[in-house]
């Protein structure tokens, strides 16, 4: 059963879409499903955490051919990074879900199912095309969802993210097949196994153009700042589902890109590149938060506030050192929580009051008090509150910046005080000042509070404990980073 | 003799269907669709005899001593001939509605199709050029006839009279090229031109190649290859339903079909000459094809237009087999069946929604199609992603294959502008579903009607996606590894 964990993990959601979507299953039958689909996974991610090896890189590997004459295998394994991920992937699923209650269409429904086995796909392929195919899959869900179910420009804001997503792919999968051909040109055979394409030794002027493809890929979907302009317009108009995903996992998987390929391929290569995206970072840090300050939208100001953040993030993954590692991993969990508290708190906003806008919201805290408890707990953990993740993980990313220059440290802890402005700033306004008395303010519900419970039980856990969290891949993760070091001759 | 003449059965069952069909076609009392039955029966028979000799020839060439070498037997023409058989049934069971509902079709148009897959089959096994031109013209004909089917229609007309006189005019480019290719060998046929083509040196051999490039001028006319590709939008559009389908699919399969097997046979050691002049034509075909796609408004002209990109992407791989790639002839086997999976499919649904109206299909006449037909939305984006090349369908495997031979060529530059026009492509194709998917329809939802073409199509949708994920791993099932088998089963059959 161990050894098939994975595969279950992955195809379940999907499996479960493709018998109810058979049956014509009604929308009735197809909540519980896909709810069940949710509930199972996270019992057999918990499963697998239980028996996760802290100590040993990738584990429960499972390496089947698929296409033999390509060299092409289905290779799937995890490590305690794509755990961190799957974590995040499965438990907020539920959540999800749990939003999505009154949701009728059955479309909605079956791209989330599709959605979450592309992204848990994503995540644990170990085979460059097929996490090519899980990339590009996860993406077919987000462009229907958002181009039928969204609002405001929709259908433009859905082919855009597609055409520029599929660009940086499309470079990616450039990259793949030559690194498969210099495999193919070194041994006689073809793989595009992660394993055996490590192996490889490239002159410098390849791995360049190389890495190229896959950082074009990785920074539109970050998005690093310069590759961003689908960003806005594509979660202002996005389903509250959709944006949760795109901001929570997607966003993050770029990141993981990095990690994975970039530093599993070309260590050299990317120092090479790291000053240069050290300084976008830097610019996407202080760029969106002045684009979040000055944002009325609710949902635009946070998708630049989540720029923000993964650039902070990216930034804390070129400054290789083990705080800035840390955090950024630590990170990638907590704001992902953090992140899909806020997202739906918005969504809930906008089932309340039908805008987004705060200059025509305010007054929240008075007839509301529960909504404005979890409202500004999500916003602030954003922000970086000290007792939540997202304050270790900043404060660590911040200490790495400052062991590795002083103004870069200085510059990232700045960031720190921009959230803070347009987060309270956003409170001030939305939730305080004059109460419209012609909407009916309506406080959480049961079903509500149930859905974001746990977030907010997580953000604390987090915040307070986060050394149990740090267990999980603490040990490898330096092991890694110093295996880097030794790769490119640096400090130890 | 017997079995020389066994052999000859898949051709001549073909051909006596033609004429059969022809003599029934004058009876008024027998009905369209019995006439249909009677050519698919004809084409079954053709395709499982042909299935059962794949693999086992007897002889190298098909009755030697009444053709002399003028028709080779082997495992690369079967299966071609496999597809073309299968593409004509395809297209006469699928449009089985679509000529109900139209008054103008008549008997001729079974025979035509029939005609015009002997003279695909003919091409494949043709080992002398006289004979390729023959089987070239008489493919070509019936599709000039079918192209202008619909007499009362002007736009239908033109196409027809723009593609004749445009196909005629490369069809003497063609005899030139063979009077040239005889003046240098002294013979016609393809064995003596691959002896003198390997025993003598470049140098000596300037008729010759001035010879074959002027056949390489028809071949790229009919694949659609810019410059020659004025033509193709047109004569896609002008074209009923049904034909275009089969120009689409069937037909410039057939091109192929003797395209490579002059350009990995005959001119074998001398293909490289070609290499600039073919990646120039590819580069153009690619950006060419590219502009006219996203131009169009109509999905059929778009389809059309995109076909051309599509024989960019073929190009490139034969540009590659010139620089010695042993990847990229199975590549182009694999990506003609994936193209002739992904485009039959999909002109089957535009001709399945044709049959129930009249109008021409824009783009805008999709919306809300997904909420009228979902089962039918579904499969049409199915076609559409693997068009566009998109992982997890078999239109990204052949994209993969083909761009791997470029790489493994050393054609880099190439292969990047491949993969960026597969990114434009992904704009036109994407364009579709979004007009399926995006927009609501104030119709109410319609049945799937359960027939042989809705059938047909599923059956399609389905191979598509096996082909693109089917593993190896089930027993007894040809996966996605099954179809490249296939492909180097018939490229090493050349050799």
């Given at each position: 059963m161990m050894s098939q964990i994975l595969t279950n993990i992955i195809f379940l959601p999907l499996l479960m879409a493709v018998v109810l979507g058979i049956f014509r299953a009604p929308i009735r039958v197809l909540k519980i499903g896909a709810m069940f689909s949710s509930i199972a996974t996270l019992v057999l991610v918990g499963i697998l955490t239980y028996n996760f090896d802290t100590t040993i890189g990738i584990q429960f590997v499972q390496d089947l051919p698929w296409i033999k004459n390509a060299g092409i295998s289905y290779y799937i394994g995890v490590d305690y990074l794509s755990l961190i991920i799957l974590l995040l992937i499965t438990s907020l699923m539920p959540p999800l879900y749990i939003y999505m209650f009154h949701e009728n269409r059955k479309g909605y429904w079956y791209n989330m199912m599709l959605l979450q086995t592309g992204v848990t796909g994503a995540v644990l392929s170990l085979d460059l095309i097929l996490f090519y195919l899980f990339w590009e899959t996860?993406?077919?869900?987000?462009?229907?969802?958002?181009?039928?179910?969204?609002?405001?420009?929709?259908?433009?804001?859905?082919?855009?993210?597609?055409?520029?997503?599929?660009?940086?792919?499309?470079?990616?999968?450039?990259?793949?097949?030559?690194?498969?051909?210099?495999?193919?040109?070194?041994?006689?055979?073809?793989?595009?196994?992660?394993?055996?394409?490590?192996?490889?030794?490239?002159?410098?002027?390849?791995?360049?153009?190389?890495?190229?493809?896959?950082?074009?890929?990785?920074?539109?979907?970050?998005?690093?700042?310069?590759?961003?302009?689908?960003?806005?317009?594509?979660?202002?108009?996005?389903?509250?589902?959709?944006?949760?995903?795109?901001?929570?996992?997607?966003?993050?998987?770029?990141?993981?890109?990095?990690?994975?390929?970039?530093?599993?391929?070309?260590?050299?290569?990317?120092?090479?590149?790291?000053?240069?995206?050290?300084?976008?970072?830097?610019?996407?840090?202080?760029?969106?938060?002045?684009?979040?300050?000055?944002?009325?939208?609710?949902?635009?100001?946070?998708?630049?506030?989540?720029?923000?953040?993964?650039?902070?993030?990216?930034?804390g993954v070129f400054l290789t050192n083990e705080y800035a590692w840390s955090g950024s991993l630590y990170f990638i969990a907590t704001h992902a929580i953090a992140s899909t508290g806020i997202f739906l708190m918005i969504g809930l906003t906008y089932k309340r009051f039908k805008t987004v806008n705060i200059s025509s919201l305010g007054g929240i805290a008075s007839k509301a008090p529960k909504f404005t408890f979890f409202f500004a707990f999500f916003a602030l953990s954003i922000a970086g509150l000290p007792g939540t993740g997202g304050f270790v993980a900043e404060l660590l990313i911040i200490i790495g910046a400052f062991k590795a220059n002083l103004w870069i440290g200085v510059l990232t802890a700045t960031t720190m005080l921009s959230a803070m402005i347009y987060i309270f700033w956003m409170i001030q306004r939305t939730l305080f000042g004059q109460a419209n008395n012609d909407i009916e303010y309506s406080d959480l519900s049961v079903r509500e509070i149930v859905m974001l419970l746990p977030l907010l039980i997580l953000l604390l856990a987090t915040g307070i404990f986060p050394s149990f969290f740090m267990k999980i891949y603490e040990t490898q993760l330096y092991f890694t980073l110093q295996e880097f070091m030794l790769a490119i001759g640096g400090l130890k | 003799m017997i079995e020389q003449l066994l052999l000859a059965m898949p051709m001549a069952i073909v051909v006596i269907g033609a004429f059969v069909l022809m003599l029934l076609s004058h009876s008024r009392r027998i009905k369209l669709d019995r006439l249909n039955i009677v050519a698919v029966f004809f084409l079954i028979i053709s395709f499982i005899m042909q299935y059962y000799t794949l693999g086992n020839h007897t002889g190298t060439f098909l009755l030697e001593n009444v053709f002399n070498e003028s028709f080779i037997l082997d495992d690369f023409a079967t299966i071609f001939d496999l597809m073309f058989t299968a593409g004509a049934i395809l297209t006469l069971l699928i449009n089985n509605d679509y000529f109900k509902s139209r008054q103008y079709f008549s008997g001729e148009y079974f025979a035509l199709i029939l005609f015009s897959v002997f003279g695909m089959m003919m091409l494949?096994?043709?080992?002398?050029?006289?004979?390729?031109?023959?089987?070239?013209?008489?493919?070509?004909?019936?599709?000039?006839?079918?192209?202008?089917?619909?007499?009362?229609?002007?736009?239908?007309?033109?196409?027809?009279?723009?593609?004749?006189?445009?196909?005629?005019?490369?069809?003497?480019?063609?005899?030139?090229?063979?009077?040239?290719?005889?003046?240098?060998?002294?013979?016609?046929?393809?064995?003596?031109?691959?002896?003198?083509?390997?025993?003598?040196?470049?140098?000596?051999?300037?008729?010759?190649?001035?010879?074959?490039?002027?056949?390489?001028?028809?071949?790229?006319?009919?694949?659609?290859?810019?410059?020659?590709?004025?033509?193709?939008?047109?004569?896609?559009?002008?074209?009923?339903?049904?034909?275009?389908?089969?120009?689409?699919?069937?037909?410039?399969?057939?091109?192929?079909?003797?395209?490579?097997?002059?350009?990995?046979?005959?001119?074998?050691?001398?293909?490289?000459?070609?290499?600039?002049?073919?990646?120039?034509?590819?580069?153009?075909?690619?950006?060419?094809?590219?502009?006219?796609?996203?131009?169009?408004?109509?999905?059929?002209?778009?389809?059309?237009?995109?076909?051309?990109?599509?024989?960019?992407?073929?190009?490139?791989?034969?540009?590659?087999?010139?620089?010695?790639?042993?990847?990229?002839?199975?590549?182009?086997?694999?990506?003609?069946?994936?193209?002739?999976?992904?485009?039959?499919?999909?002109?089957?649904?535009?001709?399945?929604?044709?049959?129930?109206?009249?109008?021409?299909?824009?783009?805008?006449?999709?919306?809300?199609?997904?909420?009228?037909?979902?089962?039918?939305?579904?499969?049409?984006?199915?076609?559409?992603?693997?068009?566009?090349?998109?992982?997890?369908?078999?239109?990204?495997?052949?994209?993969?294959?083909?761009?791997?031979?470029?790489?493994?060529?050393?054609?880099?530059?190439?292969?990047?502008?491949?993969?960026?026009?597969?990114?434009?492509?992904?704009?036109?194709?994407?364009?579709?579903?979004?007009?399926?998917?995006?927009?609501?329809?104030?119709?109410?939802?319609?049945?799937?009607?359960?027939?042989?073409?809705?059938?047909?199509?599923?059956?399609?949708?389905?191979?598509?996606?096996?082909?693109?994920?089917?593993?190896?791993?089930?027993?007894?099932?040809?996966?996605?590894?099954?179809?490249?088998?296939?492909?180097?089963?018939?490229?090493?059959?050349?050799?």
């Open positions: 996860m993406l077919l869900p987000i462009f229907v969802m958002i181009g039928k179910y969204g609002n405001g420009m929709h259908q433009y804001n859905s082919m855009k993210i597609v055409l520029m997503t599929i660009l940086g792919s499309m470079s990616m999968l450039f990259s793949i097949l030559y690194l498969g051909y210099i495999y193919f040109e070194t041994t006689g055979m073809w793989s595009f196994a992660l394993t055996d394409l490590d192996t490889l030794v490239f002159n410098a002027q390849t791995s360049i153009w190389l890495t190229a493809g896959f950082l074009l890929a990785f920074a539109i979907k970050i998005p690093l700042v310069g590759f961003h302009t689908w960003m806005a317009p594509a979660y202002g108009s996005a389903p509250t589902p959709a944006v949760v995903i795109m901001s929570a996992i997607m966003a993050k998987l770029g990141i993981y890109g990095i990690w994975r390929f970039g530093y599993g391929l070309f260590e050299t290569t990317l120092s090479y590149y790291a000053p240069t995206i050290i300084v976008l970072t830097l610019i996407g840090l202080l760029y969106y938060a002045v684009r979040a300050i000055t944002e009325d939208n609710l949902r635009k100001m946070f998708a630049y506030s989540s720029g923000s953040h993964l650039s902070l993030i990216a930034l | 494949s096994h043709a080992n002398e050029l006289v004979t390729v031109f023959i089987a070239l013209e008489i493919a070509s004909i019936s599709v000039y006839a079918l192209v202008g089917y619909h007499k009362n229609n002007k736009i239908s007309s033109e196409a027809m009279m723009k593609y004749m006189v445009l196909g005629s005019m490369t069809g003497v480019f063609f005899m030139l090229g063979t009077a040239l290719i005889y003046g240098a060998v002294g013979s016609t046929s393809l064995t003596q031109i691959a002896t003198y083509v390997s025993s003598n040196s470049i140098e000596d051999m300037t008729m010759l190649i001035v010879g074959s490039t002027f056949i390489m001028i028809t071949i790229m006319f009919k694949i659609g290859a810019v410059p020659f590709h004025s033509w193709v939008v047109d004569v896609y559009h002008g074209a009923p339903y049904p034909i275009t389908m089969f120009m689409a699919s069937t037909f410039k399969i057939a091109i192929f079909a003797i395209a490579l097997r002059l350009f990995i046979v005959n001119f074998g050691s001398i293909n490289s000459f070609w290499t600039e002049i073919l990646q120039v034509i590819t580069i153009l075909t690619l950006l060419g094809g590219s502009w006219l796609a996203i131009r169009q408004t109509l999905v059929k002209r778009m389809l059309a237009g995109s076909s051309i990109v599509h024989s960019g992407y073929l190009l490139i791989a034969i540009s590659s087999i010139g620089l010695g790639s042993e990847l990229a002839a199975p590549a182009i086997m694999f990506y003609l069946i994936a193209y002739f999976l992904s485009s039959v499919g999909a002109f089957g649904i535009l001709s399945f929604i044709a049959s129930q109206s009249t109008k021409q299909m824009h783009y805008e006449d999709f919306k809300g199609f997904a909420s009228r037909r979902p089962y039918m939305a579904i499969m049409m984006s199915i076609f559409m992603l693997s068009l566009a090349g998109f992982p997890s369908t078999i239109g990204f495997l052949g994209k993969f294959y083909i761009f791997t031979s470029a790489i493994e060529s050393g054609q880099i530059l190439l292969a990047g502008l491949g993969i960026l026009t597969a990114f434009i492509s992904v704009y036109y194709y994407f364009k579709l579903i979004a007009m399926m998917y995006f927009y609501e329809s104030d119709k109410p939802q319609k049945k799937f009607p359960f027939d042989i073409s809705t059938i047909l199509i599923v059956v399609m949708a389905l191979l598509i996606i096996w082909g693109g994920i089917g593993t190896s791993l089930i027993p007894f099932i040809p996966g996605a590894d099954g179809f490249i088998e296939i492909a180097k089963q018939a490229i090493s059959s050349l050799k």
